[in-house]
């Protein structure tokens, strides 16, 4: 039976995975996802969850271990923040090249230097080129159901690629919040056992991973770019079942709210949409015709959906919190998109970025009323006068 | 577009790998001499090379600047220089070869006899054989100039000094007198040259 | 109910008769004339069988056998990066305890084997190797020792030997001896701190039947096993093709290499000759060792004379490091 | 975008996660008889079936035939290293130049 509980980010995603009977794990510890693999190690040593627990010599191995794991024919779970990530770079191209969908958490945070525990996108960000599914939860909740969902999309014989789940350090991953858990039998019908079609099995061999002629390599790379293409169908076949079996509400790609009549907008993605539903609900008491948009994929990043969206307003400012340094414009990855995904529609909004929520400072609503007010000017004026804002570092 | 004189060698890997990219340098570095616009290179497919394997060296060489610098392979050598007798046995050492083409090989048997081996040589307009190995004995191994690197020893001393004398008897692509002068042994030039027996076909 | 996961019993053989016919590193790679991994890759696999999943790092055995869109391999394989072949072979292993247990997968457990290069072992790849066998998995790692980085054109790794010419490490007026350190000792450095390993052996292309026991016997072993086996490299080390296997004997003739078990901290050395020939004897064998000088081969002599006093284990060698010297 | 449509040419395909099928008994992908610029000639008769020239070499190119009780050499593979030749200690092995032979090698537009 359904039941409700009070879980962290962190544990949500542990009892994800335990939920979606992940057979092996591979664990190494870095703030603030290590709460994770706390969890799983005591659903393992407990015997709640039948599971090799491998502790990886570092995120290097934790990746390599998942993604040998799952050429092997086992479900693999793994997680990892900041530095971590980062440290584990080499391995997410092999794991997406030999198209291998296991899992890996992610408890984001800040890069050094210095030591900054606190979230920041930039370290899974930075990997958002290597062929993973990759997207951010906003609650809990989301990370417990997006952990079931990633392994239903990433395992689909259409799609066969690893996933970064990820979730806003500290925000998500270390404030309780109220989390479903589901009926077991409900999540086995909705996910089924992985089955890899050439699994590294004595019984009918097979070679991994040779050299190729150089002239394939485009080849190659091509058919990554087509599972990317043929994702999102997967994505919207695995949402809307999900919603069916455990009455959910999730929009595939992005999730609107307050839009239908609105003239700006914020276009944003993990725990900070939360603080901006209340600065939204704030602002229109005031009269300002606010909107938010949130971003559930990035990767494969839901282009019309995005244009859709964000097509009605007049002003949209993304909230970065990732550095893409000398980037186009000068400040944050998500604008770099969002027009990309806009330039072709007859009419645009006019958009803007802001550097918000870097190095785990909070978004504050205060500091939404600022975006809120340097968009009605966009929105007045029909463009923007600059195309990146570092909040709290502006001139007066 | 000026055509683009192709001219590819064929070696043994890791024996003969350094002297081939000296053959390849010694056409290049004659022709530049020439005043002409040449490039020489290793194929890098073939790289990192093996003890053994087939390996192919390139040089190209044109009256005006080479457009198609970049691209891999000599896919139309007008030119092919065999460095060891027994590779023209597996390989199809002319594919892609224009007609009228020009083969030079390092053997001490006949030109009927290799002939023999080369099943499209109605391809080649004259066949040219040169015993290099007995002028000149190989050099010792280096892989200091392959890679992208600098060659470390001189250019031109072993088994390429004889070919590229005897190349440049058999196509009239290359002035002997710059190939002498831009080879280490330049004796083994003059020898090869003298030695080489062009056949016409 | 968990099944129990069922391992391999693998047959000691006697001699060179006993040897299976059949081939599972087929023939048709672009390894060297004369290739010594290419033979301990041949040695392995008959001593495996075809019930066998081989882990590949890059290297000379993932690039040589590999190119291109071919494999060699009549068992499965896989490429791994050259830094994470015990990584990689932890997760496959793990996954079949747990496919086993659950029932999903009904057969004995396979002989889980990492073919790694010099580099793709304790250099680069040492982190991936000492966590495997630190922790206990049933696989083996095995060490194809060609003392350098032979893929990419024979630059000097840790187990490349003092004074050998690499492309890294070329002689020249100011370092006349080429490579100054001495390698690494790699048994020695899983035998030091690694509780789940039981057996360490090392073992040489010049002596098959031996080798091909030591990897039966190393995978018997439920647990992780480690073995480093020599394989000299007509490429790397300049000699001619034909003499891969005579030079490997004269390794252990001149004690620049040991044939030993060590097991459940137990020594036992196998092929020791009644008297060590001098190591210039397999040195001038060898165009890599062609510039060096008198002086050059008695610091060798000596590095060799203090390691043969107790192969395998600790001791002081009387070699300064490049900081000491200065 | 979803007017994505691509067509990847026959020679150019990898397949999915570039996962192959491993060979049976030798890896047509990769013949390297053309390596040899000499092979190995056997007298049968000097023989002893001693299996060294089977057990060392690195190409897997000889093998006892059980039938005729003898060693059978495998050309198209045979890349001419002649270890068996120096650890033959019956010495009934000889080098021979390639072009000798007139047949036995398959011809290749590739060198890999």
């Not at chain 1, 890069?111 to 370290?123: A, I, N, R, V, Y």
């Not at chain 4, 019956?90 to 590739?110: H, I, M, S, W, Y």
């Amino acid at each position: 039976m359904a039941k409700e509980v009070f879980y962290s980010g962190c544990a949500a995603a542990a009892y994800g995975a335990k939920f979606s009977r992940v057979e092996v794990i591979s664990s190494y510890p870095i703030r603030p996802y290590t709460g994770i693999m706390m969890e799983l190690s005591k659903l393992v040593a407990n015997g709640d969850l039948d599971a090799e627990f491998v502790h990886g010599e570092g995120e290097h191995a934790q990746v390599s271990i998942a993604y040998g794991a799952s050429a092997a024919g086992a479900r693999a779970y793994t997680g990892s923040s900041g530095v971590g990530v980062t440290y584990a770079m080499e391995c997410y191209s092999p794991a997406a090249g030999g198209r291998l969908p296991c899992q890996m958490a992610i408890a984001d945070r800040a890069l050094d230097p210095p030591g900054d525990f606190g979230s920041e996108h930039t370290d899974v960000m930075s990997a958002r080129d290597q062929g993973w599914i990759m997207g951010w939860a906003e609650t809990p909740q989301e990370v417990f159901d997006n952990t079931i969902m990633y392994y239903r999309i990433g395992e689909d014989p259409r799609v066969m690629l690893p996933q970064f789940c990820c979730q806003d350090g500290y925000f998500v991953s270390h404030i309780p919040g109220k989390v479903i858990l589901p009926d077991q039998k409900a999540v086995d019908e909705y996910l089924p056992p992985y089955n890899n079609p050439h699994p590294l099995d004595p019984t009918r061999p097979v070679s991994h991973g040779p050299q190729i002629f150089p002239d394939q390599g485009p080849a190659i790379d091509l058919q990554r770019a087509q599972a990317f293409l043929d994702t999102p169908k997967v994505i919207a076949e695995a949402v809307k079942d999900f919603n069916k079996q455990f009455g959910r509400k999730y929009s595939p790609f992005v999730e609107e709210y307050m839009t239908d009549d609105a003239d700006i907008a914020f276009f944003i993605m993990g725990g900070h949409a939360r603080t901006a539903r209340f600065a939204v609900n704030h602002l229109r008491k005031k009269g300002v015709k606010a909107g938010m948009v949130k971003l559930r994929f990035v990767r494969p990043w839901p282009t019309e959906a995005v244009a859709e969206a964000l097509s009605k307003f007049k002003a949209v400012g993304t909230i970065e919190t990732s550095t893409s340094y000398g980037g186009a414009m000068r400040g944050g990855n998500l604008i770099h998109e969002v027009r990309a995904s806009l330039y072709d529609l007859p009419k645009r909004p006019a958009v803007t970025s802001f550097m918000a929520g870097l190095g785990g400072e909070v978004v504050t609503l205060n500091e939404f009323y600022e975006m809120a007010k340097i968009l009605t000017e966009a929105a007045k004026s029909g463009k923007v006068k600059k195309g990146v804002y570092w909040l709290g570092f502006e001139p007066d | 577009m000026a055509e683009v004189k192709q001219v590819t060698i064929w070696a043994r890997g890791v024996t003969q790998d350094m002297e081939g990219r000296h053959l390849s340098l010694l056409v290049a570095n004659s022709a530049d001499k020439d005043g002409k616009f040449v490039q020489a290179w290793d194929d890098y497919a073939d790289l990192p090379d093996r003890v053994g394997v087939p390996l192919r060296k390139y040089a190209r060489i044109s009256e005006e600047e080479i457009e198609m610098r970049y691209e891999y392979e000599n896919k139309q050598p007008n030119v092919v220089i065999v460095m060891d007798d027994t590779i023209i046995k597996g390989m199809d050492i002319l594919h892609g070869m224009p007609k009228g083409g020009v083969l030079v090989v390092n053997s001490k048997r006949s030109a009927d006899d290799l002939l023999k081996f080369i099943p499209n040589k109605e391809l080649l307009s004259s066949i040219t054989v040169v015993d290099a190995s007995g002028i000149a004995a190989d050099v010792a191994v280096d892989f200091m100039g392959s890679e992208g690197g600098v060659e470390v020893a001189a250019v031109g001393k072993g088994i390429s000094a004889p070919l590229a004398g005897a190349a440049s008897k058999a196509t009239g692509l290359l002035k002997l007198e710059s190939v002498v002068a831009v080879a280490a042994n330049k004796e083994g030039v003059k020898q090869g040259a003298e030695a080489a027996k062009v056949k016409k076909l | 109910m968990a099944n129990p996961v069922k391992t391999q019993n693998l047959e000691h053989i006697k001699g060179i008769r006993k040897v299976p016919q059949e081939e599972y590193y087929v023939p048709g790679h672009r390894t060297c004339q004369g290739c010594g991994p290419a033979l301990v890759y041949k040695l392995v696999s008959k001593a495996t069988g075809p019930n066998s999943i081989f882990l590949g790092p890059t290297g000379c055995m993932y690039v040589a056998n590999t190119s291109y869109l071919c494999s060699p391999w009549a068992y499965p394989w896989m490429h791994t990066q050259i830094t994470n072949g015990g990584a990689v072979a932890s997760g496959i292993e793990a996954a079949y305890q747990v496919l086993i247990r659950k029932g999903k997968y009904k057969g004995e457990l396979p002989n889980i084997v990492v073919m790694a290069g010099d580099g793709g072992s304790i250099d680069i790849g040492l982190q991936a190797m000492s966590g495997m066998l630190y922790r206990g998995h049933d696989a083996l790692f095995i060490m194809y020792d060609n003392e350098s980085y032979a893929n990419t054109g024979i630059q000097t790794s840790p187990a490349t030997p003092y004074g050998a010419n690499t492309t890294f490490t070329p002689p020249g007026k100011k370092i006349p001896e080429g490579k100054v350190l001495f390698p690494k000792d790699p048994p020695q450095m899983v035998i030091g701190s690694h509780p789940a390993v039981h057996y360490v052996a090392t073992a040489s292309v010049a002596y098959p039947v031996d080798l091909i026991n030591k990897v039966r016997k190393a995978l018997n072993y439920k647990g992780p096993a480690f073995l480093h086996l020599h394989a000299p490299c007509p490429k790397g080390w300049l000699f001619d093709a034909k003499k891969t296997v005579e030079i490997a004997k004269l390794a252990i003739q001149t004690g620049m290499w040991v044939n030993y078990e060590w097991e459940k901290g137990e020594y036992t050395y196998q092929h020791t000759p009644k008297e060590y020939k001098p190591v210039k004897e397999y040195m001038k064998l060898q165009k890599r060792f062609d510039h060096l000088t008198d002086a050059h081969i008695a610091k060798m002599q000596a590095f060799i004379d203090a390691k043969l006093k107790a192969p395998g284990k600790p001791i002081a060698v009387p070699v300064q490091g490049p900081r000491e010297m200065a | 975008m979803s007017d994505f449509k691509f067509k990847i040419p026959k020679h150019l395909e990898v397949p999915m996660g570039a996962v192959i099928p491993a060979p049976v008994k030798e890896n047509p992908g990769m013949i390297t008889g053309n390596w040899r610029t000499e092979r190995p000639v056997i007298d049968h008769e000097a023989c002893t079936l001693c299996l060294n020239c089977f057990i060392f070499c690195p190409d897997a190119c000889w093998h006892l035939d059980e039938k005729t009780e003898k060693m059978m050499w495998n050309a198209r593979y045979c890349k001419g290293c002649m270890i068996c030749v120096n650890e033959c200690p019956a010495d009934c092995l000889t080098p021979q130049n390639e072009l000798d032979f007139p047949k036995g090698v398959v011809r290749l537009d590739k060198p890999f």
